[in-house]
C-alpha cells in the first residue's frame, strides 16, 4: 500500500509564480526522493534528501524535509508552462535483508498557465 | 549510456491470457525494481531485484505475477490468466547502487486487459 500522501492533489498556478506542494510519509526513512511524470508514462528523478538533511537546492527547485512531523515540501520557483506535470514523492525505508523499498504518494497534479 | 527501456509500449490482451513485459535496465545497473501505476494514483512497487534474485517481492498481489533476471540485466514481468483489474501501466526502474539511491525509470507498458 502507498505510505506517501501529497497535498494539495492538484493545483494550478500562473506562469511565473512560485509552487509548493506538501508530502507526508509514516514510516522512517533513508531518504526521500521526488519525481516528475508527464503524461502517465516514465518518472524524472528530480531531487533526493536523505534523511540527515533538512534542506536541498537544485536550480530552481527547493526541498525541505522534517523527519519529526514526517513530512517534505518541493517547491519550484518562477513557475514556467514546462512544469506543467505530476509531481511525486517517494519516501525510501529499508525493509531488511540488503532491501530497499521506494513507496509512493498519489501525486500533485501541477498546472502552469501561460 | 541508453536509459531503461520497456517493451512493449503497448500491450491489449483478453481476459484469461498470459503476458510478458521486458525490462533492459541501465547497463551495470545491479538494483532492478518494478512498480505498477494505475490512472491517477502513484506507482504501487511489485518486486525489487538485487542482482539475479528476488530481494523482495511482498508488492506482488497475487501469484498470478511473477518476475525474473535470469542474468543479472534483462527483466521479464510474468502475469497469467489476465484479468481487467490488471490493466494498468507497469513501470521497471534501475539503479546503481543495492535500492537505496536515485532509481531511473523506463518510459512503462500500458497493459490494458480486455
Known amino acids: 500500500s502507498q505510505q506517501g500522501e501529497e497535498d494539495p492533489q492538484a493545483l494550478s498556478i500562473q506562469e511565473g509564480e512560485n509552487a509548493t506542494m506538501n508530502c507526508s510519509y509514516k514510516t522512517s526513512i533513508n531518504n526521500l526522493q521526488w519525481y516528475r511524470q508527464n503524461s502517465g508514462r516514465g518518472l524524472v528523478h528530480l531531487i533526493l534528501i536523505r534523511s540527515n538533511e533538512r534542506e536541498k537546492h537544485s536550480g530552481r527547485l527547493r526541498v525541505t524535509l522534517d523527519t519529526s512531523k514526517k513530512s517534505s515540501s518541493l517547491l519550484i520557483t518562477a513557475s514556467r508552462a514546462a512544469d506543467t506535470a505530476s509531481y511525486f514523492c517517494?519516501?525510501?525505508?529499508?525493509?531488511?535483508?540488503?532491501?530497499?523499498?521506494?513507496?509512493f504518494g498519489k501525486g500533485t497534479k501541477l498546472s502552469v498557465i501561460p | 549510456g541508453a536509459g531503461v527501456s520497456q517493451t512493449p509500449s503497448n500491450k491489449v490482451t483478453e481476459k484469461g491470457k498470459y503476458v510478458e513485459l521486458r525490462c533492459d535496465p541501465i547497463?551495470?545497473?545491479?538494483?532492478l525494481y518494478w512498480y505498477r501505476q494505475s490512472l491517477g494514483q502513484g506507482p504501487e512497487f511489485l518486486i525489487y531485484?538485487?542482482?539475479?534474485?528476488?530481494?523482495?517481492d511482498s508488492g506482488l498481489p497475487n501469484d498470478r505475477f511473477f518476475a525474473v533476471r535470469p542474468e543479472g540485466s534483462v527483466s521479464t514481468l510474468k502475469i497469467q490468466r489476465t484479468e481487467r483489474g490488471d490493466s494498468a501501466v507497469y513501470l521497471c526502474?534501475?539503479?546503481?547502487?543495492?535500492?537505496?539511491?536515485?532509481?531511473?525509470f523506463g518510459p512503462g507498458t500500458r497493459l490494458t486487459v480486455l
Open positions: 531485484f538485487q542482482g539475479t534474485g528476488a530481494a523482495d
Open positions: 547497463s551495470g545497473h545491479t538494483a
Open positions: 526502474a534501475s539503479s546503481s547502487l543495492a535500492g537505496g539511491d536515485t532509481q531511473y
Open positions: 517517494a519516501s525510501i525505508s529499508y525493509s531488511g535483508a540488503g532491501s530497499y523499498q521506494l513507496t
